[in-house]
């Protein structure tokens, strides 16, 4: 059964800082793999959608990359603002026929004016 | 302007008094998806929806009903609610029926049985 784990479940980090968010998951059958951003009391809004083909997506200051062989993805956050302070998830999209989401518990990341 | 919408947004009931959760979508999407949020165990898939009149379980559909009659709206139901279906509900969307895409939200029910 696909698990998808996120390590550290919370992050704090000064105004300015790089920071890598992980995200793994067991089973390297995947359609695709897709970060979120989660505010407090809101809905998820998708960040990036790597396609199960491809190694590494960006927008912007946030850049992710896919290594599916070993069950890894990592969101890279360039110069973090305090606006970028969330929840992020990532999400695995099983391919069995029809296909499932299946998320990791995030990571809360407070970045610090 | 292009979302999914769920109503109610709050809701607290009583165990056993069946209730429904509105989902719709304006966006043309072929997939839809309900969501359980609970602290420590992330997200996960209720039901969800290929296309018209195709629906399929997720991992935790137990005590959930769902209906896809039309595109655009897809109704979560609790038949008999118990109080450890006390969650935040997530509606989702996305374009494609055989190709996974980017989903879009909606802004959550935040759902209390007593």
């Known amino acids: 059964k696909q698990e998808v784990t996120q390590i550290p479940a919370a992050l704090s980090v000064p105004e300015g800082e790089n920071l890598v968010l992980n995200c793994s998951f067991t089973?390297?059958?995947?359609?695709?793999l897709q970060w979120f951003r989660q505010d407090p009391g809101k809905g998820l809004t998708s960040l990036l959608l790597?396609?199960?083909?491809?190694r590494e997506q960006t927008s912007g200051r946030l850049n992710a990359s896919l290594d599916k062989s070993s069950g890894r993805s990592t969101l890279y956050i360039a110069a973090s603002q305090p606006g970028d302070s969330a929840t992020y998830l990532c999400?695995?999209?099983?391919?069995?026929?029809?296909?499932?989401?299946?998320f990791g518990t995030g990571t809360r990341l407070k970045v610090l004016a | 302007e292009a979302q999914v919408t769920q109503n109610p947004r709050y809701l607290i009931t009583v165990t056993g008094k069946k209730l429904t959760v509105t989902c719709s979508q304006n966006?043309?999407?072929?997939?839809m998806s309900w969501y359980r949020q609970d602290p420590g165990l992330g997200l996960r898939q209720i039901y969800y929806?290929?296309?018209?009149?195709?629906?399929d379980k997720g991992d935790v559909p137990e005590g959930y009903k769902v209906s896809r009659k039309e595109k655009r709206n897809f109704p979560l139901i609790l038949e008999s609610p118990s109080p450890n279906q006390t969650s935040l509900y997530f509606c989702?969307?996305?374009f494609g029926s055989g190709t996974p895409d980017t989903q879009y939200f909606g802004p959550g029910t935040r759902l209390t049985v007593l």
């Open positions: 089973d390297s059958a995947i359609y695709n």
């Open positions: 989702a969307s996305s």
């Open positions: 790597i396609q199960s083909s491809q």
């Open positions: 966006m043309n999407h072929e997939y």
């Open positions: 999400a695995v999209t099983t391919t069995s026929g029809t296909y499932k989401y299946i």
């Open positions: 929806s290929m296309n018209v009149e195709v629906t």
